[in-house]
């Protein structure tokens, strides 16, 4: 009896989280997680600060806020369309014993525009088809002198004061201060 329901219990994993991958596929963006060197890279090249509010769009597992909690002394929220990425992050960062500090939030980034306001540093690793949808509206939706990293892709109608490699990083800044 136990082998059957031990089976049904890992099938019903297994498709929920090719599920998932779907989802995540089909929202532009598939679950390809940056490395810790290189978010910690982003982290110091953006001059992240304690306390200060680091928002990731399409966070996956959770591991750049973890890391962003841990060593940077920030707060942060992830956005996550993958259920299963989602429950993942959420377990990570209970388990980091992060949850005062880190908020995973479920849902479309594109259509989180109140956490998007929240941020001092956006975080973004994403394709370029999302970039440049989201550009225009992650420009004006975020605070004047929110930063934004984005991993591996520029934007198109932005120009970034700073710029590393491996990984690739664009660092902006919001500027519209007189809105
Ligand atoms: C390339 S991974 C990056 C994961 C994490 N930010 C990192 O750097 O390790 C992109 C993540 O964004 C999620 N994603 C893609 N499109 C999204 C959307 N529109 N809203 C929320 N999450 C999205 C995917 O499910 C995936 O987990």
Redesign the pocket.
């Known amino acids: 009896m136990f082998y059957p329901i031990f089976f049904l219990i890992l099938a019903l994993i297994l498709f929920f989280w090719q599920i998932?991958q779907i989802?995540?596929v089909l929202?532009?963006?598939?679950?390809?997680?940056?490395r810790a060197e290189g978010?910690e890279k982003a982290f110091k090249l953006a001059k992240l600060e304690s306390g200060q509010i680091v928002v990731?769009?399409?966070?996956?597992?959770g591991?750049?806020l973890i890391l962003a909690a841990k060593k940077f002394s920030a707060r942060g929220i992830?956005?996550?369309?993958?259920p299963f990425?989602y429950l993942l992050a959420r377990i990570r960062v209970f388990f980091a014993g992060e949850s005062k500090n880190i908020q995973i939030v479920f849902?479309?980034?594109?259509k989180?525009t109140g956490e998007v306001k929240k941020a001092d540093l956006i975080?973004?690793?994403?394709?370029p088809e999302?970039i440049n949808e989201i550009e225009s509206w992650l420009f004006d939706s975020t605070k004047p002198g929110t930063k934004i990293i984005s991993?591996g892709f520029p934007f198109k109608n932005h120009k970034s004061f700073k710029t590393a490699t491996h990984p690739a990083l664009f660092l902006y800044q919001n500027q519209n201060f007189d809105k």
């Open positions: 998932s989802i995540s929202a532009g963006v598939p679950a390809v997680y940056s978010i990731d769009l399409g966070c996956g597992n591991k750049a992830g956005v996550e369309i993958s990425y849902g479309d980034f594109r989180k975080y973004l690793y994403s394709f999302t991993v």
